[in-house]
């Protein structure tokens, strides 16, 4: 199994969070690199269905204002993630969503996805098809390909219908938007929610 330092560089050579590596590899995740709320599903829920009707270019300033925010020590009941005995595809895609605060009803909220779907994912029962996974990717701020290689599909082709892409860019923007939620706070994740709605929300 490769060094922390080596994924650390692998994670710069694949344009990856250093965080998602160590979850992709099955490495131990220290406490510090988990969500700074432990359990925030609800909030990040909250803050997403506020920027639900949101434009592209507005969830992209909202962003920016969570990543503005001062960062804050995390919550006391963090805890590490163990390694994985084996990494393989469905306890790493849960890892991967575990470390952005979305459960498994989320994710099929945010992508029109049946919760079977996802948990089928989660546990590595099945892998839908390509279109979905790119979808479920982009909403967890991931690229498609990377995902469906991770489920042993390698030589996928990515989708290419403009408004399946266009659905993808809309996914895509919600999905940055909750890996900059991940270093937030409580009080903090509500002020991103309230400033979601200040800018057209309207959190259905």
């Not at 160590?22 to 990040?44: D, K, S, Y």
């Not at 995902?147 to 923007?173: E, R, T």
Request: hydrophobic residues 45%; proline residues 7%.
């Amino acid at each position: 199994m490769p060094r922390d330092g080596q994924l650390l560089e692998l994670a710069v050579a694949l344009r990856l969070r250093h965080v998602d590596v160590l979850a992709i590899a099955g490495h131990e995740i220290p406490a510090a690199l988990t969500p700074a709320e432990f359990r925030a599903h609800r909030q990040v829920e909250a803050v997403l269905r506020a920027a639900w009707s949101c434009s592209n270019d507005v969830i992209a300033e909202l962003c920016e204002y969570a990543r503005s925010l001062p960062r804050q020590p995390g919550s006391d009941d963090r805890k590490s993630i163990p390694a994985l005995a084996e990494p393989t595809f469905g306890p790493v895609f849960g890892r991967l969503m575990h470390l952005r605060n979305v459960d498994r009803r989320l994710l099929a909220r945010i992508t029109g996805s049946a919760e079977t779907t996802v948990n089928m994912m989660m546990h590595g029962a099945r892998v839908p098809a390509v279109e979905r996974v790119f979808g479920i990717a982009a909403a967890l701020g991931l690229r498609g390909d990377d995902v469906d290689a991770m489920a042993g599909h390698p030589n996928s082709v990515p989708p290419v219908d403009a408004p399946l892409l266009k659905y993808l860019a809309a996914f895509q923007a919600l999905g940055e938007l909750v890996c900059a939620l991940v270093p937030l706070r409580s009080e903090q994740l509500d002020a991103v929610a309230a400033r979601a709605k200040s800018l057209g929300g309207d959190g259905r």
